[in-house]
């Protein structure tokens, strides 16, 4: 049997239309593909003239099919980025593809995205490269989502590099005349920050009230009659707020064990107020407990008051009056 035999055998009416069928259904399937993809899937000639637009594109470029149809496709990249597809258009012609090329394109509102770009030779039946086939994927918002979460890495690390060197602030300036002293002492005024730091999730990280620090730290210590706090709404920084916290604890501490807490009659008023020149003034108040003896020497608990206010560029000034002692801090805020 010849060869033309053999071709008309293969090429029945039948098989031929079959093939026909089939190939016109691949050809459904691709154009349904690219018709619901969610990316931008685009053609342009050689001259970068748009020649196919899909759905996709028009949701992520903002331009009809009507409006891109035609035009080059510099409609869509910005004028500080023109030289980009001089150069793809370069690299398409040596038949190069380009894999996930990130860039930035301009919407038809004017607004700047962020994409992945694919692009691709087309080629006519005779093999030569006549076009080229281009994929945009909008990943703006993956961009800003990992922008915003190396900006939140970068403050956690702030954060706690922050935190624990106050933490070993207030270790190496802890002292007691016995291990378990110093065990509890280290072991209150690390639960002050952590206190404090419950605080800043609610604020995701922004600050602390003044009002809740002191209501955290004057809990122990409050039955609704011995200790008073008053001041407008306040928002401290974590740094600043961290500092009050432990300042707040030492004097709370101090004054149960030897002010105005640490009688029936005893009572601590605690105020703050804003100054004229972005400070904030809390003054520290103890009444009806013993008299407030100024001591020979500075203490632990004082010292530590001190440097974590002087830490964040406030002062601190105590005055130990007969009803009882007074503390005046004030902060930059």
Known sequence: MTQKANLEIALTPGEIEAALRESEQRLRWLASIIESSDDAIISKNLDGIITSWNSGA????????????????????????????????????????????????????????????????????????????????????????????????????????????????????????????????????????????????????IGAEISAIAIQELAPYSDGKRTFTDGPQTLLAPDAAQAVAVALHELATNAAKYGALSTPEGHVRLEWSHGATGTIRLLWMETGGPVALEPTRTGFGTRIVEQMITQQKGKVRFDWRKDGLVCEITLPV
């Open 58 to 205: 028009e949701r992520v470029f903002g331009y009809s099919l009507s409006e891109a149809i035609g035009q080059p496709i510099t409609l869509v990249i910005p004028q500080d980025r023109q030289s980009e597809e001089r150069e793809i258009l370069t690299r398409v012609r040596r038949g190069e593809r380009i894999d996930h090329f990130e860039t930035v394109r301009q919407r038809k509102n004017g607004s700047l995205i962020v994409v992945w770009l694919t692009v691709s030779p087309v080629k006519d039946a005779n093999g030569k490269i006549v076009g080229a086939s281009k994929i945009a994927r909008d990943t703006t918002e993956q961009k800003k989502n990992q922008e915003l979460i190396a900006t939140l890495a970068r403050e956690a690390e702030h954060r706690s590099k922050n935190l624990l060197a106050n933490a070993m602030a207030t270790v190496n300036l802890s002292q007691s005349s016995s291990p378990e002293g110093l065990k509890e002492v280290i072991g209150g005024r690390i639960q002050a920050l952590a206190n404090v730091c419950s605080l800043f999730v609610e604020t995701r990280w």
